[in-house]
């Protein structure tokens, strides 16, 4: 990680916080079968790359790229055949 963009830094700063955040929150101590993950990949890319987005600037596609990064161990990403992310104006793939 030691050349990554201060992007992919946030990208997984807030990531971690999440993390935090649902241990918490659950009551669990420990991630129970990468069900944090799946949680993120369902519910977190898009408000996080929008904060992204907004904090640095860059488009809300790179900056949803980034947050996808960040759970690319998740049984989502891994199945997905293609990613249809809407920037505001057009759906891209």
């Not at 990554?4 to 990531?15: C, F, L, M, P």
């Not at 990949?41 to 947050?67: M, Q, R």
């Amino acid at each position: 990680m030691e050349d990554a963009s201060k992007e992919y830094y946030a990208a997984v700063i807030i990531h971690e916080a999440i993390h935090a955040y649902f241990r918490t929150h659950s009551g669990n101590d420990e991630e129970i079968e990468g069900m944090d993950h799946e949680r993120m990949a369902i519910n977190c890319i898009d408000p996080t790359a929008h904060f992204l987005k907004e904090l640095y600037g860059i488009s809300y596609v790179d900056a949803s790229a980034l947050e996808w990064r960040t759970v690319m161990q998740n049984d989502a990403y891994q199945v997905a055949t293609n990613f249809q992310v809407y920037d505001g104006s057009n759906v891209v793939s």
